[in-house]
C-alpha cells in the first residue's frame, strides 16, 4: 500500500500513461507499414517498441500504486521483468541497425531501457522488504520519470522529429572533437 502523499503522482501518472498509449497507438496506425511492415527500418520499430513498452511500464505500475492494500514492491518487480525482456530482444536487431548505421543509437536505446528495468527491480526488492521505506518509493518514482523520458523521447523519434535537443548537439561536439583530435595526431 502506498503512503497518501503519493497518491496524487500515481493517479495523474495512470492517467498520463494511458493517454500516451493511445496517442503512440494512433501515431503508428496511420501508417503502420513503416514501423512494422517487411521493409520498416529496424530503429523505427525499435523505438516504437521501446516507447510502448516503457509507457505501459509506467502504467501499470502507477496502477498498481493506487489499489489500496496492494504492495508495490512486488508489483514494481514483477512489472519490469518482461519490460526488461523487451529491451533485451531489442539485440536481436543488431545486425539490421549496423546495416542502417544506427548501431550507436541502438546500443544507447537498449542500455537506457536495460539500467531503468534494472534499478526498477531493484529498487522492487527493496520495497517487497520494507513497504514502508518512503525513501525507495521516491526513487521508484524516479525511475518512473526515467522510463517516461525513455518513452516520449522514442515516440518523438518516431514520428520522424529532427535531432536538434541538447544531447544532439552534445553528440555532434563529441564527435567534432575526436575528428579533430584524430586528425591531430595523424600530423604528428
Same mark, same amino acid.
Given at each position: 500500500?502506498?503512503?497518501?502523499?503519493?497518491?496524487?503522482?500515481?493517479?495523474?501518472?495512470?492517467?498520463?500513461?494511458?493517454?500516451?498509449?493511445?496517442?503512440?497507438?494512433?501515431? +503508428?496506425? !496511420?501508417?503502420?507499414?513503416?514501423?512494422?511492415?517487411?521493409?520498416?527500418?529496424?530503429?523505427?520499430?525499435?523505438?516504437?517498441?521501446?516507447?510502448?513498452?516503457?509507457?505501459?511500464?509506467?502504467?501499470?505500475?502507477?496502477?498498481?500504486?493506487?489499489?489500496?492494500?496492494?504492495? !508495490?514492491?512486488?508489483?514494481?518487480?514483477?512489472?519490469?521483468?518482461?519490460?526488461?525482456?523487451?529491451t533485451?530482444?531489442?539485440?536481436?536487431?543488431l545486425?539490421?541497425?549496423?546495416?542502417?548505421?544506427?548501431? =550507436?543509437?541502438? !546500443?544507447?536505446l537498449?542500455?537506457?531501457?536495460?539500467? +531503468?528495468? %534494472?534499478?526498477e527491480?531493484? +529498487?522492487?526488492?527493496?520495497?517487497?522488504?520494507?513497504? %514502508?521505506?518512503?525513501?525507495?518509493?521516491?526513487?521508484?518514482?524516479?525511475?518512473?520519470?526515467?522510463?517516461?523520458?525513455?518513452?516520449?523521447?522514442?515516440?518523438?523519434?518516431?514520428?520522424?522529429?529532427? =535531432?536538434?535537443? /541538447?544531447?544532439?548537439?552534445? +553528440?555532434?561536439? /563529441?564527435?567534432?572533437t575526436?575528428?579533430?583530435?584524430? =586528425?591531430? =595526431?595523424?600530423?604528428?
Amino acid at each position: 500500500m502506498t503512503p497518501p502523499e503519493y497518491q496524487p503522482f500515481f493517479t495523474a501518472s495512470t492517467a498520463s500513461s494511458a493517454a500516451l498509449i493511445g496517442l503512440l497507438f494512433v501515431a +503508428v496506425s !496511420i501508417a503502420p507499414e513503416r514501423i512494422f511492415g517487411a521493409q520498416a527500418e529496424a530503429s523505427r520499430q525499435a523505438g516504437a517498441l521501446s516507447a510502448f513498452t516503457a509507457l505501459v511500464n509506467v502504467f501499470f505500475i502507477s496502477f498498481v500504486g493506487l489499489i489500496p492494500s496492494v504492495p !508495490i514492491g512486488p508489483a514494481a518487480t514483477f512489472i519490469s521483468v518482461p519490460a526488461a525482456l523487451q529491451t533485451l530482444a531489442l539485440l536481436l536487431l543488431l545486425p539490421s541497425w549496423r546495416a542502417e548505421g544506427t548501431l =550507436r543509437r541502438g !546500443i544507447v536505446l537498449f542500455l537506457g531501457g536495460a539500467a +531503468v528495468y %534494472s534499478l526498477e527491480a531493484a +529498487v522492487g526488492i527493496q520495497l517487497w522488504r520494507s513497504p %514502508s521505506n518512503t525513501g525507495s518509493l521516491t526513487a521508484l518514482l524516479e525511475i518512473l520519470l526515467g522510463a517516461y523520458a525513455i518513452g516520449l523521447g522514442r515516440a518523438w523519434e518516431l514520428l520522424g522529429a529532427p =535531432r536538434t535537443g /541538447v544531447i544532439s548537439q552534445l +553528440v555532434v561536439l /563529441v564527435r567534432a572533437t575526436v575528428t579533430w583530435a584524430r =586528425r591531430g =595526431r595523424s600530423k604528428a
